[in-house]
């Protein structure tokens, strides 16, 4: 099917433009143009009541000043009204400073003792003072001798504040309605030059409206925004906008789920909506680097934050628990291969030593070196089974001593420990005893003579664990450190990050109301204390665990 050489003519569209820098332009100048006439109009409309309101108000105020000259009212009752007298001369001095059209003093009968026409002085005032003389202040606009005029009346009182006379000033009218339409064409000036300044700042808002919008419609906008939402919310990881203030200005669905918030953060800096911390800081930018390990609540988090063009800045979280959760699997697990491979190579040594003794027909030392084998391990078992009667954690601490004995160090159990079978959460403290113990055989590990120490005791029903090591210990400066997410003096591994253990200890510690701390142990080394309140049931053991616990279960926890 073949297509027109020539393309359709395109129809005459009315109504507005599409572009968003044009709607914006047509909308300022028709803002800018009804302004400017509905701003003209309600100037025009009051100002003759203004100008009136003016002009009685001045002359108020100048016979409030007036009135307040002590002399006047006693020159009124001991002087005579003349041309010559005190009150005529005051009043005329007072006239020409401030230009008003007149300043009368008259006493309580309305007799003038003042006029701008001295032939006036000693007769009646034209206009009713009854209402000065009766102790109230008069504003209005009134006919008199010299004509129509503003005017101020205030009553005149001596120094006992007794009436004895009047003051009225009067300002000349000089036609307000002549003075209004005087002043429309110097309005329409103004307002038309308003007009012409909006509209150029109107051009340019538009203009800096069309750069930052690319001159996109406003329909394609509404489709990006919808494209947008549809994104973050179907992403599965956390993204986190802010401001260039630091608030938070959009969390998706994925965000509000590993930070265990809502969307009340939404206006609300970091610290403010998760408390102090790492994850807060690495959100605030004040920890930099890519693939920043946090913390938030019992997830592991990794994050990365990336500045943008208007000082803001958007964060991307991704959950690296369960990834995590395997890479601490897999360690145990070489760890378990390595100690099973060293117990597979202790046995062959045991058994040719074994065979030996047989065929040298030595039958009594024989008999006493199998013992002597198996006598080291079941008092191994016992020792800590005796102590601790949480299965979990007994079966931790074997296989742990196994693994200690391959690594060179010597795994103890202290005297002091005493745990009842009433542990609330057993897990949790397998994971707190692992990750300690962990730590410790990595600080001695390589050291001839070096021992790790275990302690766990009860105080009522809080529990107290202590892990003591000889290795070359924590200095001062480094020990609040140490908890915190993403340090470590050890290499870490390739399949995961390390950094994470301690600060998984502490967690765990502060959610129960207690503690993890670190100092120096007594014979050196390092001493790790972690204090868990409420850790034991009331009375009687805790309820039995299905299935059988060894040492790799133990090992299976997060750490």
Request: proline share 5%.
């Amino acid at each position: 099917m073949g297509m027109s050489a020539t393309p359709p003519a395109r129809r005459l569209r009315l109504g507005l433009p599409r572009r968003v820098f044009s709607q914006v332009l047509l909308m300022q100048l028709a803002i800018a143009a009804g302004v400017a006439v509905l701003a003209t109009g309600l100037f025009l409309a009051p100002l003759g009541d203004q100008l009136d309101d003016q002009a009685m108000r001045r002359a108020l105020a100048i016979a409030q000043t007036t009135a307040q000259q002590d002399r006047i009212a006693e020159d009124l009752r001991s002087t005579p009204p003349s041309p010559d007298g005190p009150v005529q001369q005051e009043a005329e001095r007072i006239r020409k400073t401030t230009g008003a059209e007149y300043v009368v003093v008259m006493d309580k009968r309305g007799v003038r003792w003042s006029h701008t026409d001295p032939r006036r002085i000693g007769g009646h005032v034209s206009t009713d003072p009854g209402r000065a003389l009766a102790g109230h202040e008069v504003m209005e606009i009134d006919e008199g001798t010299l004509g129509r005029s503003a005017r101020g009346k205030v009553p005149l009182r001596d120094d006992s504040g007794e009436i004895v006379g009047a003051v009225s000033v009067g300002i000349a009218y000089d036609s307000v309605r002549a003075r209004l339409i005087q002043a429309i064409p110097g309005l329409l000036a103004y307002a038309g030059s308003a007009l012409a300044v909006g509209a150029l700042a109107a051009w340019l808002i538009s203009r800096r409206v069309q750069r930052q919008t690319r001159d996109l419609a406003f329909s394609d906008i509404a489709a990006l925004l919808a494209e947008r939402e549809a994104m973050l919310h179907g992403i599965r990881e956390g993204v986190v906008a802010l401001d260039r203030a630091g608030r938070i200005r959009l969390l998706n669905d994925e965000a509000q789920r590993l930070l265990d918030i809502g969307g009340e953060a939404v206006g609300r800096t970091p610290d403010e909506a998760l408390g102090a911390g790492r994850t807060a800081d690495v959100l605030a930018g004040r920890v930099t680097g890519t693939d920043l390990l946090t913390v938030s609540g019992q997830r592991v988090l990794v994050a990365n934050r990336m500045p943008t063009d208007d000082g803001g800045a958007v964060a991307t979280l991704r959950d690296r628990t369960e990834l995590d959760q395997l890479g601490r699997e897999l360690d145990s697990t070489r760890g378990l291969i390595d100690a099973l491979r060293a117990q597979d190579h202790e046995h062959a040594n045991r058994m040719h030593t074994l065979l030996g003794l047989l065929e040298l027909e030595m039958y009594e030392e024989a008999v006493e070196f199998v013992g002597e084998v198996v006598g080291d391990h079941r008092a191994t078992a016992e020792q800590v089974t005796e102590r601790i009667r949480d299965p979990l954690l007994a079966a931790l601490l074997v296989g742990k001593a196994t693994v200690a004995a391959e690594r060179g160090v010597a795994l103890n159990v202290s005297d002091g420990t005493r745990l009842p079978d009433r542990l609330i959460d057993p897990r949790g403290l397998v994971t707190v005893v692992g990750n300690l113990v962990d730590n410790a055989l990595d600080a001695t590990a390589g050291t001839p003579g070096t021992r790790v120490e275990v302690e766990l005791r009860t105080e009522g029903r809080t529990v107290v664990l202590v892990v003591r090591d000889t290795g070359p210990g924590i200095a001062p400066e480094q020990r609040e450190v140490v908890f915190t997410e993403g340090w470590s003096t050890k290499r870490a591994p390739e399949h995961r990050e390390r950094g994470i253990g301690l600060s998984l200890v502490r967690r765990f510690a502060e959610r129960q109301g207690g503690s993890a701390t670190v100092g120096e142990a007594p014979g050196g080394g390092a001493e790790f204390t972690v204090v868990l309140p409420e850790a034991l049931t009331d009375t009687g053991p805790r309820p039995a665990l299905s299935g059988t616990a060894g040492p790799g279960a133990a090992e299976e926890e997060p750490r």
